[in-house]
Antibody
């Protein structure tokens, strides 16, 4: 059974760095596109980007200057860093498994989500 | 970015009703369109991928259709477990984008 679990601080101060990790259990770690998606309270979903097991990344241009993703294949984990956060970065952050296709990715497994609040 | 719109934004329906949600893209996404169901406080759940392919384990009352810029999600006989918010997502072009959601609530 595939499971994803986010971990990291739930409160980050403005201008600081948000850091989250997603731990993956079950299934292949080398087949899929490991993805971060966020959802501000009461709003729609926003694709942040993905990392492949090889370290290849693709980010949303709207966040690209502030986002870094990394992967640890020895632990089946991948991570997200967002620098210089503001209140606009307050959201539930989900990690998800992106299914490869001739197009891009749909997302068949998701973590439960973790609320990150940006506040002093 | 490809902009996704959904209609209606809210839909009031009764158990047993046939429900149709429309998703439109600002430019063609071919058939690279997925549908998700989300309940309050929960992660989205994949229902449909590649416009009309039913994800494993999803009840057959859910179906998807369309290509290009217009897509529909149909629930043939609404069940109590189906009251939720539904999102479409295009994955034809980066950045992948989601629609604003359609909330299906009880009439």
């Amino acid at each position: 059974q595939v499971q994803l679990q986010e971990s990291g601080p739930g409160l980050v101060k403005p201008s600081e760095t948000l850091s989250l990790t997603c731990s993956v259990s079950g299934g292949s770690f080398t087949t899929y596109y490991w993805t971060w998606i966020r959802q501000p309270p009461g709003k729609a979903l926003e694709w942040i980007g993905f990392i492949y097991y090889s370290g290849t990344t693709k980010y949303n241009p709207s966040l690209q200057s502030r986002v870094t993703m990394s992967v640890d294949t020895s632990k089946n984990q991948f991570s997200l860093r967002v620098t210089s956060v503001t209140a606009a970065d307050t959201a539930v952050y989900y990690c998800a498994r992106g299914v490869p296709s001739y197009g891009g990715n749909s997302f068949d497994y998701w973590g439960q989500g973790t609320l990150v609040t940006v506040s002093s | 970015d490809i902009q996704m719109t959904q209609s209606p934004s809210t839909l009031s329906a009764s158990v047993g009703d046939r429900v149709t949600i429309t998703c439109r893209a600002s430019e063609t996404v071919n058939s690279w369109l997925a549908w998700y169901q989300q309940k309050p406080g929960k992660a989205p759940k994949l229902l449909i991928y590649k416009s009309s392919s039913l994800e494993s384990g999803v009840p057959s009352r859910f179906s998807g259709s369309g290509s290009g810029t217009e897509f529909t999600l149909t629930i043939t006989s609404l069940q109590p477990d189906d009251f939720a918010t539904y999102y479409c997502q295009q994955y034809n072009m980066y950045p992948f984008t989601f629609g604003p959601g359609t909330k299906v609530d009880i009439k």
